[in-house]
């Protein structure tokens, strides 16, 4: 593994628009007192980093910044890890270029 | 929510969706396309290049008002190692043509538009509707879709699935599998904006003239993967993309890598001083010919993305996307003809159109590449780029070695890297995997 350039991943989600259907997570995690491999690597591959780790060390996962690339969604659901489903109709990230 | 019946529901308006509804609907067939972003393009993410023909084939004076960027003159490839990149860089006049043949766009514009194409040949386009479930009868047969709004099922002979590439509709039926991490790119991309005259000076570019830089090497750390940089009007295009798969295995991160992409000194001055207005990131489908799922059955049909229709080593997608879906739709217009059901046995005809296409024909001739590029990926994006960067300096840098020891130092280099086996060997399973 390599050194980390600093990025702050929030600001580039800053540029984004998006309408966050409050209370209704589109992505939830199984319950787990000590994350899978899967759910690990979920904290590094998140393009728009939504997951972290809580201070009980299990993975979290706060959707108001996706991009619902559903790279997650390719790791963590054959194992049954996630439960992923698209936002619903409107809301979302809104891309005005794409 | 919508009580009559439709000859088809097309779920999604991408290029795959678009491109079948308005063959249907050209075709005087009822058709109900479901979108569940905002408007059509508001969650599509591309590079992106437009192929001319393929649209031609649909729309053939989308030329008059289709929102197009830049056509292309000119395409770049670029090996890197760390602070260097030895380039391939094709630039020809043919290029400035009365009907060119690529051009960049902005695809959550350009879809717009497409889309105002489909509701003008008469679809129903239904926007802010997710559709959450295939309807199907005792038999198995898809006869709908349940959408997430009141009452939201409807019902059609056939369901086209253009619901790209992570699409759940066809998992959740299991009528095909959620892709493989190997099977899949993850790529992020930033729109960096500058003025016109700017990007003109820095591409080298005058008018709407655009062009294509196609890098990979070192940027990927060794992954399966690639940047991009593409000129827009008044913004720059610029992304990178890796297997899943080996960003499972290196744990590095995606906008990392993006970051060390932009301040590469090949790279950083094209951007410089821009404001970025949007951040993006969207999975491609890699596969190739050998992750193709089943394309239809009883009463639907999978096109573009979602059955991995993409030529990862021509960068080709949004083409295969549109010729698929067009292929589709006149495949259910014959059966339609005839009075014929929707069953599999006659929505075979698809496959079979789609395989004398182009579409299957070139996917077919490159269906080992990918798995030689996974497999291979420490070479290929590691150890030539920086071999090669290395020989070029040697090549060009004058300090009073005689010519001879420079090509030893050159040829030792390799072979210390590789060993003579280990690169007749990839050369030989790169020619293999080409022809």
Redesign the interface.
Same mark, same amino acid.
């Given at each position: 593994m390599t050194t980390e350039p600093s990025v702050r991943v929030e600001d580039k989600l800053f540029y984004n628009r998006y309408l966050v259907d409050a209370g209704r997570a589109h992505i939830k995690v199984r319950p787990h007192t000590a994350p899978t491999p899967a759910l690990l690597t979920l904290l590094k591959v998140c393009p728009a980093r939504c997951y972290e780790l809580n201070d009980k060390g299990q993975v979290e996962v706060t959707v108001d910044g996706c991009v619902e690339c559903g790279t997650c969604r390719v790791i963590g659901e054959p194992g049954g890890d996630i439960e992923w489903s698209y936002p619903r109709g409107g809301y979302g990230v809104l891309f005005k270029f794409g | 929510m919508i009580e009559e019946r439709f000859d088809a529901i097309v779920v999604g308006a991408g290029m795959a969706g678009n491109a079948a509804a308005l063959t249907l609907a050209q075709r005087g067939l009822k058709v109900l396309q479901l979108e @569940?972003? !905002?408007y059509s393009?508001?969650?599509?993410?591309?590079g992106?290049i437009l192929y001319a023909d393929m649209l031609e084939k649909l729309i053939p004076d989308f030329r008059e008002d289709a929102p197009l960027e830049r056509h292309l003159v000119e395409q770049r490839f670029w090996m890197m190692d760390d602070r260097a990149h030895v380039g391939l860089h094709y630039r020809s006049e043919d290029f400035n043509e009365e009907r060119p043949n690529r051009y960049t766009i902005? @695809?959550?514009?350009f879809?717009k538009w497409f889309s105002s194409k489909v509701r003008e040949a008469g679809a129903v386009v239904l926007? !802010?509707?997710?559709v959450?479930e295939l309807v199907q009868d005792a038999y198995g047969r898809v006869i709908g879709v349940r959408?997430? +709004?009141h009452d939201g099922e409807v019902h059609a002979d056939v369901v086209v699935l253009a619901e790209g590439?992570?699409g759940?509709l066809g998992t959740r039926a299991h009528l095909r599998n959620?892709? @493989?991490?190997d099977n899949?790119a993850?790529a992020?991309k !930033?729109?960096h904006f500058l003025p016109r005259e700017t990007i003109e000076a820095r591409f080298n570019l005058k008018g709407d003239e655009g062009t294509v830089i196609e890098a990979a090497g070192t940027i990927s @750390?060794g992954m399966t993967g690639m940047g991009f940089i593409y000129a827009n009007k008044e913004?720059v295009?610029l992304g990178i993309g890796c297997l899943?798969a080996d960003?499972?295995s290196?744990? !590095?991160?995606?906008?990392?890598l993006? /970051? +060390?992409f932009k301040?590469h000194p090949s790279v950083a001055p094209l951007i410089e001083g821009s404001e970025?207005? /949007?951040?993006?990131?969207?999975?491609i489908p890699e596969g190739g010919y050998n992750a193709i799922p089943q394309l239809y059955g009883e009463g639907w049909v999978v096109v573009g993305d979602a059955a991995q229709l993409n030529n990862a080593i021509h960068r080709e997608g949004s083409n295969l996307a549109m010729t698929s879906g067009r292929i589709a739709a006149e495949a259910i217009f014959q059966i339609k003809s005839r009075r014929d059901p929707m069953t599999a046995q006659n929505l075979a005809l698809y496959k079979k159109m789609l395989d004398d296409s182009f579409v299957i024909k070139d996917l077919k001739k490159y269906k080992d590449m990918p798995q030689l590029m996974h497999i291979q990926s420490q070479n290929f994006f590691l150890t030539y780029p920086q071999l090669v960067s290395k020989a070029m300096q040697n090549f060009v840098r004058v300090d009073g070695t005689p010519k001879t020891e420079k090509e030893k130092t050159t040829l030792r280099s390799f072979v210390k890297a590789r060993s003579w086996t280990g690169l007749f060997g990839d050369a030989f399973r790169l020619a293999r995997a080409w022809r």
């Open positions: - | @569940r972003g !905002e393009g508001s969650k599509n993410v591309q992106a902005i @695809r959550a514009q879809d926007c !802010e509707t997710t959450t959408t997430d +709004r590439v992570n759940l959620i892709p @493989r991490p899949v993850l992020v !930033e729109m @750390r913004c295009s899943v960003f499972q290196t744990g !590095e991160t995606p906008y990392g993006l /970051e +060390r301040t970025v207005k /949007e951040y993006s990131a969207h999975l």
